[in-house]
Protein backbone atom coordinates (compact mmCIF):
# COMPACT_ATOMS: atom_id res chain seq x y z
CA UNK A 1 0.00 0.00 0.00
CA UNK A 2 1.32 3.43 -1.11
CA UNK A 3 1.99 5.66 2.35
CA UNK A 4 1.71 8.96 2.24
CA UNK A 5 4.39 11.71 3.44
CA UNK A 6 5.15 11.15 6.78
CA UNK A 7 4.17 15.05 8.29
CA UNK A 8 7.06 14.78 10.87
CA UNK A 9 9.45 14.47 8.84
CA UNK A 10 11.83 17.26 8.43
CA UNK A 11 12.09 18.90 4.00
CA UNK A 12 15.24 19.03 2.58
CA UNK A 13 16.31 22.00 0.57
CA UNK A 14 16.54 21.70 -3.11
CA UNK A 15 18.70 23.47 -5.31
CA UNK A 16 17.05 26.07 -6.23
CA UNK A 17 16.68 27.30 -3.18
CA UNK A 18 19.95 26.87 -2.34
CA UNK A 19 21.04 28.91 -5.88
CA UNK A 20 18.33 31.55 -4.46
CA UNK A 21 19.85 32.00 -0.65
CA UNK A 22 23.30 32.29 -2.65
CA UNK A 23 22.41 34.92 -5.01
CA UNK A 24 20.74 36.91 -2.28
CA UNK A 25 24.06 36.44 -0.18
CA UNK A 26 25.77 37.78 -3.57
CA UNK A 27 23.28 40.23 -3.80
CA UNK A 28 23.32 42.17 -0.25
CA UNK A 29 27.06 41.87 -0.84
CA UNK A 30 27.18 44.00 -3.94
CA UNK A 31 25.02 46.52 -2.51
CA UNK A 32 26.94 47.29 0.74
CA UNK A 33 30.40 46.81 -0.89
CA UNK A 34 29.80 47.84 -5.04
CA UNK A 35 32.15 48.90 -6.58
CA UNK A 36 33.96 45.29 -5.47
CA UNK A 37 36.14 42.71 -7.77
CA UNK A 38 35.04 39.02 -8.08
CA UNK A 39 37.88 37.89 -5.85
CA UNK A 40 36.23 40.68 -3.16
CA UNK A 41 33.06 39.10 -3.49
CA UNK A 42 34.23 35.23 -2.68
CA UNK A 43 36.26 36.65 0.31
CA UNK A 44 33.15 38.75 1.69
CA UNK A 45 30.65 36.10 1.16
CA UNK A 46 32.54 32.28 1.59
CA UNK A 47 31.16 31.26 -1.55
CA UNK A 48 33.88 29.71 -4.25
CA UNK A 49 35.44 31.76 -6.82
CA UNK A 50 33.77 29.34 -9.27
CA UNK A 51 30.26 29.93 -7.96
CA UNK A 52 30.75 33.76 -7.88
CA UNK A 53 31.81 33.33 -11.40
CA UNK A 54 29.00 31.55 -12.47
CA UNK A 55 26.68 33.46 -10.62
CA UNK A 56 28.29 36.91 -11.92
CA UNK A 57 27.70 35.74 -15.59
CA UNK A 58 24.59 35.08 -14.80
CA UNK A 59 23.51 38.32 -13.38
CA UNK A 60 25.71 40.34 -16.16
CA UNK A 61 24.07 37.98 -18.83
CA UNK A 62 20.81 39.21 -17.53
CA UNK A 63 22.58 42.93 -17.37
CA UNK A 64 22.13 43.52 -13.91
CA UNK A 65 25.47 44.14 -13.36
CA UNK A 66 28.63 46.66 -15.26
CA UNK A 67 31.79 45.37 -15.26
CA UNK A 68 35.00 48.37 -15.40
CA UNK A 69 38.44 48.48 -15.06
CA UNK A 70 39.59 49.29 -11.67
CA UNK A 71 41.64 52.25 -11.78
CA UNK A 72 44.38 51.23 -8.88
CA UNK A 73 47.85 50.86 -10.25
CA UNK A 74 49.41 47.47 -9.41
CA UNK A 75 51.66 44.40 -10.85
CA UNK A 76 49.82 42.21 -13.34
CA UNK A 77 46.56 42.47 -14.98
CA UNK A 78 43.80 44.97 -13.45
CA UNK A 79 40.95 43.78 -11.67
CA UNK A 80 37.29 44.70 -13.01
CA UNK A 81 34.68 45.97 -10.63
CA UNK A 82 31.02 45.13 -10.35
CA UNK A 83 28.33 47.51 -9.84
CA UNK A 84 24.64 47.33 -10.40
CA UNK A 85 23.28 48.56 -13.73
CA UNK A 86 21.09 51.35 -12.65
CA UNK A 87 19.51 51.30 -15.21
CA UNK A 88 18.20 47.68 -16.28
CA UNK A 89 14.65 48.49 -15.01
CA UNK A 90 12.88 49.71 -12.02
CA UNK A 91 11.20 48.16 -8.68
CA UNK A 92 8.04 49.59 -7.09
CA UNK A 93 7.59 49.34 -3.42
CA UNK A 94 3.74 50.05 -2.11
CA UNK A 95 2.38 50.31 1.29
CA UNK A 96 -1.53 50.56 1.80
CA UNK A 97 -2.10 52.32 5.58
CA UNK A 98 -4.94 52.93 7.30
CA UNK A 99 -4.32 56.78 6.24
CA UNK A 100 -2.95 56.65 2.55
CA UNK A 101 -1.14 54.57 -0.02
CA UNK A 102 2.82 55.01 -0.70
CA UNK A 103 4.49 53.94 -3.47
CA UNK A 104 8.08 54.19 -4.38
CA UNK A 105 10.21 53.40 -7.43
CA UNK A 106 13.61 52.24 -6.90
CA UNK A 107 16.47 50.74 -9.07
CA UNK A 108 17.77 47.10 -8.41
CA UNK A 109 19.76 47.95 -5.76
CA UNK A 110 17.45 49.51 -3.75
CA UNK A 111 17.96 53.22 -4.68
CA UNK A 112 14.75 55.30 -4.20
CA UNK A 113 14.18 57.23 -7.41
CA UNK A 114 10.93 58.71 -6.70
CA UNK A 115 7.87 58.32 -4.74
CA UNK A 116 4.37 59.05 -4.57
CA UNK A 117 1.71 59.28 -1.40
CA UNK A 118 -2.31 59.49 -1.62
CA UNK A 119 -4.68 59.97 1.08
CA UNK A 120 -6.38 57.06 1.99
CA UNK A 121 -9.46 55.95 3.55
CA UNK A 122 -9.63 51.72 3.92
CA UNK A 123 -13.47 52.54 4.74
CA UNK A 124 -14.05 53.14 1.54
CA UNK A 125 -15.18 50.80 -1.06
CA UNK A 126 -12.53 48.02 -2.09
CA UNK A 127 -12.95 48.91 -5.65
CA UNK A 128 -12.01 52.67 -4.88
CA UNK A 129 -9.28 51.45 -2.95
CA UNK A 130 -8.08 49.32 -5.98
CA UNK A 131 -8.15 51.96 -8.17
CA UNK A 132 -6.26 54.57 -5.78
CA UNK A 133 -3.71 52.12 -5.87
CA UNK A 134 -3.56 51.69 -9.43
CA UNK A 135 -3.15 55.20 -9.69
CA UNK A 136 -0.43 56.09 -7.28
CA UNK A 137 1.69 53.26 -8.82
CA UNK A 138 1.03 54.46 -12.31
CA UNK A 139 2.02 57.62 -11.04
CA UNK A 140 5.19 56.45 -9.70
CA UNK A 141 6.61 54.47 -12.47
CA UNK A 142 8.80 55.61 -15.67
CA UNK A 143 7.60 54.89 -18.87
CA UNK A 144 11.39 54.97 -20.14
CA UNK A 145 12.49 51.72 -18.09
CA UNK A 146 11.41 48.45 -18.03
CA UNK A 147 9.45 47.27 -14.90
CA UNK A 148 10.59 44.17 -13.02
CA UNK A 149 8.05 43.85 -10.62
CA UNK A 150 6.28 45.39 -7.83
CA UNK A 151 6.25 44.62 -3.84
CA UNK A 152 3.32 45.46 -2.21
CA UNK A 153 2.99 45.72 2.05
CA UNK A 154 -0.33 45.71 3.64
CA UNK A 155 -1.58 45.81 7.43
CA UNK A 156 -2.46 41.79 8.00
CA UNK A 157 -3.52 39.23 8.00
CA UNK A 158 -2.49 37.97 4.33
CA UNK A 159 -1.73 34.89 2.41
CA UNK A 160 1.99 35.99 1.39
CA UNK A 161 2.14 33.16 -0.92
CA UNK A 162 -1.18 33.60 -2.97
CA UNK A 163 -1.70 37.19 -2.41
CA UNK A 164 -4.56 37.99 -0.41
CA UNK A 165 -5.57 40.45 1.76
CA UNK A 166 -7.51 38.31 4.23
CA UNK A 167 -9.13 40.75 6.75
CA UNK A 168 -7.23 43.27 8.57
CA UNK A 169 -9.03 44.88 11.69
CA UNK A 170 -9.94 48.71 11.34
CA UNK A 171 -10.09 48.16 7.56
CA UNK A 172 -13.41 48.13 6.32
CA UNK A 173 -14.38 45.78 3.74
CA UNK A 174 -11.32 44.53 2.54
CA UNK A 175 -11.66 40.41 2.75
CA UNK A 176 -10.06 37.74 1.26
CA UNK A 177 -8.98 40.82 -1.49
CA UNK A 178 -6.78 38.82 -4.19
CA UNK A 179 -4.37 41.94 -4.53
CA UNK A 180 -1.37 40.65 -6.76
CA UNK A 181 -3.25 38.99 -9.27
CA UNK A 182 -5.34 42.46 -9.72
CA UNK A 183 -1.73 43.95 -10.00
CA UNK A 184 -0.23 41.71 -11.89
CA UNK A 185 -3.27 42.14 -14.80
CA UNK A 186 -3.15 46.00 -14.57
CA UNK A 187 0.58 46.46 -15.04
CA UNK A 188 1.91 42.79 -16.52
CA UNK A 189 4.04 41.85 -14.32
CA UNK A 190 5.19 39.86 -11.39
CA UNK A 191 3.82 41.14 -7.99
CA UNK A 192 4.25 39.85 -4.53
CA UNK A 193 2.31 41.01 -0.98
CA UNK A 194 3.62 40.84 2.56
CA UNK A 195 2.06 41.93 5.75
CA UNK A 196 3.65 45.42 6.33
CA UNK A 197 5.15 45.11 9.64
CA UNK A 198 6.89 42.07 7.90
CA UNK A 199 8.15 43.97 4.80
CA UNK A 200 9.20 46.78 7.09
CA UNK A 201 11.68 44.25 8.87
CA UNK A 202 12.64 42.52 5.98
CA UNK A 203 13.33 46.72 4.88
CA UNK A 204 15.73 47.33 7.69
CA UNK A 205 17.65 44.01 7.75
CA UNK A 206 18.37 44.66 4.72
CA UNK A 207 18.88 48.59 4.05
CA UNK A 208 18.37 50.02 7.55
CA UNK A 209 19.40 49.55 10.93
CA UNK A 210 19.44 45.93 10.54
CA UNK A 211 22.06 45.29 7.97
CA UNK A 212 24.63 43.83 10.35
CA UNK A 213 21.99 41.22 11.90
CA UNK A 214 20.60 38.10 10.79
CA UNK A 215 17.93 38.23 13.66
CA UNK A 216 15.88 41.11 14.36
CA UNK A 217 12.25 41.86 15.34
CA UNK A 218 10.98 45.16 14.01
CA UNK A 219 8.07 46.72 15.91
CA UNK A 220 5.72 49.22 14.29
CA UNK A 221 3.79 51.82 16.76
CA UNK A 222 1.26 53.97 14.69
CA UNK A 223 -2.61 53.36 14.37
CA UNK A 224 -1.93 49.49 14.51
CA UNK A 225 0.84 47.66 16.35
CA UNK A 226 2.68 45.45 14.21
CA UNK A 227 5.81 43.48 14.18
CA UNK A 228 8.19 41.12 11.81
CA UNK A 229 10.90 38.76 13.10
CA UNK A 230 13.74 38.06 11.29
CA UNK A 231 15.09 34.68 11.75
CA UNK A 232 18.25 33.62 9.84
CA UNK A 233 17.64 36.28 7.20
CA UNK A 234 13.84 34.65 6.65
CA UNK A 235 11.06 36.25 7.65
CA UNK A 236 9.49 33.91 10.74
CA UNK A 237 5.46 33.64 10.11
CA UNK A 238 4.65 30.70 12.03
CA UNK A 239 1.75 28.19 10.82
CA UNK A 240 -0.85 30.46 9.94
CA UNK A 241 1.56 33.78 9.12
CA UNK A 242 0.93 35.37 12.15
CA UNK A 243 3.51 35.51 14.01
CA UNK A 244 4.73 38.67 14.85
CA UNK A 245 0.77 39.87 15.79
CA UNK A 246 2.29 41.10 18.94
CA UNK A 247 -0.14 44.15 19.03
CA UNK A 248 -2.65 41.34 19.87
CA UNK A 249 -0.88 40.07 22.55
CA UNK A 250 -3.04 40.22 25.84
CA UNK A 251 -0.88 43.26 28.21
CA UNK A 252 -3.93 44.46 30.23
CA UNK A 253 -6.21 41.00 31.24
CA UNK A 254 -9.17 43.10 32.24
CA UNK A 255 -8.10 46.04 29.55
CA UNK A 256 -10.57 47.58 27.14
CA UNK A 257 -12.19 45.36 24.22
CA UNK A 258 -10.47 44.64 21.03
CA UNK A 259 -11.76 44.68 17.25
CA UNK A 260 -10.31 40.93 17.36
CA UNK A 261 -12.47 39.82 19.94
CA UNK A 262 -9.87 39.52 23.02
CA UNK A 263 -9.51 41.88 25.77
CA UNK A 264 -6.59 44.29 26.74
CA UNK A 265 -4.61 43.61 23.55
CA UNK A 266 -1.57 45.79 23.53
CA UNK A 267 -3.08 47.55 20.63
CA UNK A 268 -5.46 48.47 22.61
CA UNK A 269 -3.56 50.35 24.91
CA UNK A 270 -0.70 51.84 22.79
CA UNK A 271 -1.71 52.38 19.03
CA UNK A 272 -2.08 55.80 18.14
CA UNK A 273 -5.96 55.96 18.43
CA UNK A 274 -6.07 54.31 21.51
CA UNK A 275 -3.52 57.07 22.63
CA UNK A 276 -5.35 60.03 21.27
CA UNK A 277 -8.57 58.62 23.27
CA UNK A 278 -7.20 58.70 26.15
CA UNK A 279 -5.68 62.29 25.91
CA UNK A 280 -9.80 63.51 24.63
CA UNK A 281 -11.06 61.34 27.94
CA UNK A 282 -8.78 63.61 30.30
CA UNK A 283 -9.79 66.89 28.81
CA UNK A 284 -6.53 67.10 26.72
CA UNK A 285 -6.26 69.94 23.64
CA UNK A 286 -4.39 67.37 21.71
CA UNK A 287 -4.63 65.85 17.60
CA UNK A 288 -1.64 63.60 17.59
CA UNK A 289 1.36 62.67 19.82
CA UNK A 290 3.36 65.21 18.78
CA UNK A 291 1.20 67.49 20.55
CA UNK A 292 1.32 64.97 23.21
CA UNK A 293 4.93 65.46 23.26
CA UNK A 294 4.91 69.15 23.42
CA UNK A 295 2.53 69.46 26.38
CA UNK A 296 4.75 66.84 28.45
CA UNK A 297 7.49 69.13 28.07
CA UNK A 298 5.47 72.16 29.11
CA UNK A 299 4.90 69.92 32.27
CA UNK A 300 1.24 68.90 31.49
CA UNK A 301 0.58 65.93 34.29
CA UNK A 302 -1.60 63.86 32.19
CA UNK A 303 0.44 64.25 29.11
CA UNK A 304 3.27 62.69 31.28
CA UNK A 305 1.22 60.08 32.83
CA UNK A 306 -0.26 58.62 29.49
CA UNK A 307 3.67 58.67 28.09
CA UNK A 308 4.28 56.68 31.28
CA UNK A 309 1.19 54.48 30.73
CA UNK A 310 2.61 53.59 26.91
CA UNK A 311 5.87 53.50 28.41
CA UNK A 312 5.13 50.84 30.78
CA UNK A 313 3.05 48.93 28.86
CA UNK A 314 5.67 48.74 25.98
CA UNK A 315 8.33 47.67 28.19
CA UNK A 316 6.46 44.74 29.28
CA UNK A 317 5.81 43.89 25.86
CA UNK A 318 9.51 43.68 24.86
CA UNK A 319 10.72 42.30 27.81
CA UNK A 320 8.03 39.25 26.28
CA UNK A 321 9.59 39.41 23.30
CA UNK A 322 13.10 39.44 24.33
CA UNK A 323 12.33 36.51 26.31
CA UNK A 324 10.51 34.49 23.68
CA UNK A 325 12.35 35.07 20.77
CA UNK A 326 16.08 36.24 21.75
CA UNK A 327 16.32 38.79 18.92
CA UNK A 328 19.85 40.80 18.88
CA UNK A 329 18.19 43.24 18.06
CA UNK A 330 14.92 45.27 18.07
CA UNK A 331 14.26 48.31 15.53
CA UNK A 332 11.17 50.26 16.99
CA UNK A 333 9.19 52.43 13.93
CA UNK A 334 6.46 54.26 12.95
CA UNK A 335 4.54 57.06 14.23
CA UNK A 336 4.91 57.17 18.07
CA UNK A 337 8.96 56.61 17.42
CA UNK A 338 9.29 59.85 15.53
CA UNK A 339 6.79 62.23 18.12
CA UNK A 340 8.57 60.81 21.04
CA UNK A 341 12.52 61.27 20.56
CA UNK A 342 12.93 59.81 24.27
CA UNK A 343 10.95 56.48 23.18
CA UNK A 344 13.23 54.37 22.64
CA UNK A 345 16.21 55.19 24.75
CA UNK A 346 13.25 55.22 27.69
CA UNK A 347 12.17 51.64 26.28
CA UNK A 348 15.52 50.48 26.12
CA UNK A 349 16.79 51.21 29.56
CA UNK A 350 13.27 49.94 31.05
CA UNK A 351 13.76 46.58 29.22
CA UNK A 352 17.39 46.25 30.87
CA UNK A 353 17.17 43.56 33.95
CA UNK A 354 13.66 42.74 33.20
CA UNK A 355 14.06 39.86 30.99
CA UNK A 356 16.94 36.92 31.69
CA UNK A 357 19.88 38.71 32.43
CA UNK A 358 22.40 38.60 29.38
CA UNK A 359 19.75 38.90 27.15
CA UNK A 360 18.72 41.99 28.42
CA UNK A 361 22.70 42.95 28.30
CA UNK A 362 23.35 41.82 24.32
CA UNK A 363 20.14 43.09 22.78
CA UNK A 364 20.03 46.45 21.49
CA UNK A 365 17.15 48.22 20.90
CA UNK A 366 17.01 51.12 18.32
CA UNK A 367 15.23 54.04 16.50
CA UNK A 368 14.25 52.38 12.61
CA UNK A 369 17.13 54.14 10.56
CA UNK A 370 14.39 53.86 7.61
CA UNK A 371 11.29 55.48 9.20
CA UNK A 372 8.80 56.25 6.86
CA UNK A 373 9.81 54.37 3.72
CA UNK A 374 10.42 50.88 5.85
CA UNK A 375 7.94 48.98 4.49
CA UNK A 376 8.01 50.52 1.10
CA UNK A 377 11.51 49.35 0.97
CA UNK A 378 10.89 46.35 1.97
CA UNK A 379 8.29 45.72 -0.37
CA UNK A 380 11.12 46.41 -3.03
CA UNK A 381 13.57 44.16 -0.86
CA UNK A 382 10.86 41.31 -1.17
CA UNK A 383 10.15 41.66 -4.85
CA UNK A 384 14.07 41.54 -5.55
CA UNK A 385 14.46 39.00 -3.66
CA UNK A 386 11.41 36.73 -5.38
CA UNK A 387 12.87 38.00 -9.09
CA UNK A 388 16.10 36.39 -7.60
CA UNK A 389 14.96 33.08 -7.16
CA UNK A 390 14.39 32.83 -11.28
CA UNK A 391 15.82 35.55 -12.59
CA UNK A 392 16.16 34.76 -16.19
CA UNK A 393 11.89 33.35 -16.22
CA UNK A 394 11.53 36.83 -14.91
CA UNK A 395 14.09 39.49 -16.43
CA UNK A 396 14.84 37.26 -20.25
CA UNK A 397 12.80 39.15 -22.46
CA UNK A 398 11.79 41.82 -20.28
CA UNK A 399 11.81 45.04 -22.68
CA UNK A 400 11.09 48.83 -22.06
CA UNK A 401 7.52 49.49 -21.64
CA UNK A 402 5.98 51.49 -24.47
CA UNK A 403 4.83 55.12 -24.21
CA UNK A 404 4.19 56.37 -20.42
CA UNK A 405 0.37 56.80 -21.02
CA UNK A 406 0.25 53.21 -21.40
CA UNK A 407 2.08 52.41 -18.67
CA UNK A 408 0.41 55.33 -16.67
CA UNK A 409 -3.05 54.94 -17.52
CA UNK A 410 -3.12 50.89 -17.42
CA UNK A 411 -6.90 49.33 -17.57
CA UNK A 412 -9.56 50.10 -15.39
CA UNK A 413 -10.67 48.09 -12.39
Excluded at 144 to 154: A, C, S
Excluded at 175 to 180: D, H, I, K, S
Aim: proline residues 6%; contains cysteine.
Amino acid sequence: MKQGKPRSIRQGRNLPEVRADNLSVVLEALQKLQPISRSGLADATGLTAATITHMVDELGSLDLLIETPSSERQVGRRPTLLTFNHDRGQVIGVEVSRSQVRAIRSDFSGRILARVERPFQPTSSVRKGLSLLQEVIGDVIDGRLPLLGIGVGVPGPVNSDKGIVLGPPNFGGWRNVELTAYLSEQFGVPCWLDDDAKAAAFGERWYGAGRSEETLLYISLRSGVGAGLIVGDRVYRGAHELAGEIGHTTIHVDGPICECGNRGCLETLVSVPAIMQEARRLGLSAENPADLQRLSAEGDLRALNIKDRVFTYLSAALVNAVNHYDPALIVLGGQLVRSWPELTTELAERVKGRSFGYLSKDVRIVESLLGEDATTLGAVAIAIHHILRDPRAVLTGVAAPGPASAVLAPAAP
